[in-house]
Antibody, heavy 120, light 107 residues
Framework: EVQLVESGGGLVQPGGSLRLSCAASGFTFSGYWMSWVRQAPGKGLEWVANIKQDGSEKYYVDSVRGRFTVSRDNAKNSLYLQMNSLRDEDTAVYYC?????????????WGQGTLVTVSS | DIQMTQSPSSLSASVGDRVTITCRASQNIDSFLNWFQHKPGKAPKLLIHAASNLQSGVPSRFSGSASGTDFTLTISSLQPEDFATYYCQQSYSTSWTFGQGTKVEIK
């Protein structure tokens, strides 16, 4: 069974940093693109960043580019999101999701999410 | 970036009703359109991928269709467990974007 478990969320002051982790199991982690998606309170879903299987390609939404860094450790079956210079508007539940890129591209599995609250 | 305009933003319906949600892309996205169901405190769930392909394990009352840049999610007979928020999402461009969501509420 595919499992994605996020951790690392919490309360942080504006300008601070936080590192999220996503532990993957039940599938060959190194064979998939992976994404981070967030949902701010009362808002919809927003793609944040994704990373290719070997980490050679990374993409970011404009609002986090230069502040957030996505990475992965295939030996540890783990995905990470380093978040620096955090802003109030980064407050959200952050989900990791597995991308399938066969006959259409889509997220077929998601974690339960971890809450990040940016507030003074 | 490709914009996804979803409508309506919310709707009220009764169990057994036929429900239709639409999503319009700001440019051509071929069939790179997916639909998700999201309930509070839960992980989003994939319903439809590539515009009209039902994800394994999803009830057949859910269906998707496409016409140009317009996409439709249909629930043929709404069930109590279907009350949730539904999102379309395009995966055509490098930046995958979601629609604003449609909240389906009990009438």
């Amino acid at each position: 069974e595919v499992q994605l478990v996020e951790s690392g969320g919490g309360l942080v002051q504006p300008g601070g940093s936080l590192r999220l982790s996503c532990a993957a199991s039940g599938f060959t982690f190194s064979g998939y693109w992976m994404s981070w998606v967030r949902q701010a309170p009362g808002k919809g879903l927003e793609w944040v960043a994704n990373i290719k299987q070997d980490g050679s390609e990374k993409y970011y939404v404009d609002s986090v580019r230069g502040r957030f860094t996505v990475s992965r450790d295939n030996a540890k079956n783990s995905l990470y999101l380093q978040m620096n210079s955090l802003r109030d508007e980064d407050t959200a539940v952050y989900y990791c999701a597995r991308e399938v890129r066969i006959s259409g591209w889509y997220y077929d599995n998601w974690g339960q999410g971890t809450l990040v609250t940016v507030s003074s | 970036d490709i914009q996804m305009t979803q409508s309506p933003s919310s709707l009220s319906a009764s169990v057994g009703d036929r429900v239709t949600i639409t999503c319009r892309a700001s440019q051509n996205i071929d069939s790179f359109l997916n639909w998700f169901q999201h309930k509070p405190g839960k992980a989003p769930k994939l319903l439809i991928h590539a515009a009209s392909n039902l994800q394994s394990g999803v009830p057949s009352r859910f269906s998707g269709s496409a016409s140009g840049t317009d996409f439709t999610l249909t629930i043929s007979s709404l069930q109590p467990e279907d009350f949730a928020t539904y999102y379309c999402q395009q995966s055509y461009s490098t930046s995958w974007t979601f629609g604003q969501g449609t909240k389906v509420e009990i009438k």
